[in-house]
């Protein structure tokens, strides 16, 4: 079987010379979500655009603003400024930059009974994606729920380990 890596690599390969239009984000956001088994609304994949971070996946969020690299408040822009990965088991609790996490993405909520309530981001892992002239994207996998015990189990340091390694095999896509 092959690794994450390879895998990722060879989807890299294959969408280098297009680079991250919204088809290949869409597939490469699936991918993310599979290899953490989490659904595709739990993956956000987004590339530095003069000075702001702007989704290519889910490509719903790309139209609705973009999100500046020098805010305080945002996750995604703090892990492209300090090229640093991170990893947030209490998300809720932090504060940060919700206009995104408000927009319906379609996913179904899980039920709870006959009941559905809405899920919010509970956990996530935010890495930055880096190339030689410097933070090119941003890859965050998150899980969703009513509370943090029902959105599931905590990202450890291999997960995100993992995030970072495909990350790395994903930068060529970037670079268009």
Not at 67 to 92: C, D, G, W
Not at 134 to 144: L, M, Q
Not at 161 to 172: D, E, T
């Amino acid at each position: 079987m092959a690794t994450p890596a390879a895998a990722f690599a060879q989807i890299a390969t294959d969408c280098e010379a297009e680079g991250l239009t919204p088809k290949n984000g869409d597939k490469i956001g699936h991918e993310i979500a599979k290899a953490f088994n989490v659904q595709n609304d739990e993956v956000g994949i987004m590339r530095v655009e003069k000075q702001h971070l702007v989704f290519v996946y889910p490509a719903k969020l790309h139209n609705l603003g973009s999100i500046p690299l020098n805010t305080t408040t945002s996750v995604a822009a703090r892990s492209a400024q300090t090229k640093r990965a991170e990893i947030l088991n209490n998300f809720a609790q932090a504060k940060h930059t919700s206009i995104f996490e408000s927009v319906d993405l379609g996913a179904k909520p899980k039920s709870i009974g006959e009941k559905t309530e809405p899920h919010f981001i509970q956990k996530l892992m935010c890495v930055p994606v880096v190339g030689p002239a410097g933070t090119v994207g941003v890859i965050e996998v998150c899980r969703k729920g009513t509370s943090a015990p029902a959105a599931g189990a905590d990202f450890m340091p291999a997960d995100m380990q993992k995030l970072v390694m495909i990350a790395g095999s994903l930068l060529k896509c970037f670079a268009k």
